[in-house]
């Protein structure tokens, strides 16, 4: 049986920075051992969340996140919940398919909205295809609104021109800040679209020593140094400091982080709400900043 989670007719959306989080619940730690230990983390954190003034979720259709999420509800909910679709690789009727699954291993009547995973399956063949069937969810009451995930190579303006979107995700932080410099951000926010942030804090490399990073990431490794170097002449905390960045740029509506226990959110909370550092913010970008983008999603619990 399917357990309705019925929403408050008001959310938590105050003006502070907690309102403008997206929470990403990841995998519990290894050390977590069974499903009832995996339950009450999961329960700690969303009270956390509660508590801390946070109102969205966003989910992804791996693991069995959803399912813990649809056990662990506080009642009545608080929160607004984001899905992401499958590829299309494994067709349309399956993409429809999961996308009201994940409604239902949620023990959700609607969500916020559904972000279509990949832009790339937009520009496929079967793009306009998919798109359809995004606008059949929204106009069921499945879905407030709909979006899409995409990175700044995909050409999100284009994208919005043609779909128009509810919404956009895109990769931004201190270390790659080309979706802010270029002005695509505010140029989506002026199409009428609401921006979220991803991969906040680099996929970890802003906590990483220079040793530990990826293969991939060792050529960046220098510029990395640095940018670490000038947060700490500058007594910046990076966590704080990739919050305040995020959060203070025009046309951003809301920033996604990934935590795994009740106790990073806290981290998370505590620095979103710190006073933004004095910093001069684009000299903290990395020269070839495109090399972040093999990295892993941003987590705090893996270092991101």
């Known amino acids: 049986m399917v357990r309705i989670v019925t929403f408050q007719a ?16 990841l995998g519990a730690p290894a050390h977590a051992q069974g499903s009832s230990s ?6 700690a954190l969303l009270r956390t969340a509660a508590d801390g003034g946070v109102g969205l979720v966003a989910t992804r259709p791996h693991s069995d996140m959803e399912r813990l999420l649809g056990q662990c509800w506080p009642f009545p909910s608080p929160f607004r ?25 949620m023990g959700l009547p609607r969500g916020e909205a559904i972000m279509v995973s990949s832009a790339t399956d937009l520009a496929g063949a079967e793009g306009r295809a998919l798109w359809d069937r995004m606008e059949r ?8 609104r709909i979006g899409v995930c995409a990175r700044v190579e995909d050409g999100p303006e284009l994208l919005a021109r043609r779909f128009r979107p509810d919404i956009v995700e895109l990769p931004c932080n201190l270390l790659d800040q080309r979706a802010a410099l270029s002005g695509l951000i505010e140029g989506l926010a002026g199409h009428g679209v609401s921006v979220q942030l991803r991969s906040i804090f ?17 050529r960046a490794g220098s510029g990395v140094s640095r940018a670490r170097r000038s947060l700490a002449e500058s ?40 006073p933004a550092p004095d910093l001069d913010w684009a000299a903290l970008a990395l020269n070839d900043p495109a090399t972040l983008s093999a990295a892993g999603p941003s987590a705090v619990s893996s270092a991101a």
């Open 202 to 218: 680099a996929g970890g490399v802003l906590f990483a020593p220079r040793e530990d990073l990826p293969p991939h990431l060792v």
């Open 38 to 43: 995996r339950e009450d983390m999961v329960r």
């Open 81 to 105: 919940v984001t899905v992401r679709t499958v590829s299309t690789a494994e067709g349309l009727d399956r993409v429809e398919a999961r996308a009201r699954r994940s409604l239902e291993r």
């Open 235 to 274: 007594r910046a905390d990076p966590m704080q400091a990739a919050l305040a960045y995020g959060l203070m740029l025009p046309g951003v509506e809301t920033v996604s982080a990934g935590v795994a226990s009740a106790a990073e959110l806290r981290a998370v909370l505590a620095a979103a709400h710190a």
């Open 137 to 144: 969810l929204k106009d069921m009451g499945l879905f407030r």
């Open 10 to 25: 008001e959310t938590r959306t105050g003006a502070g920075p907690a309102s403008r989080l997206a929470l990403n619940v």
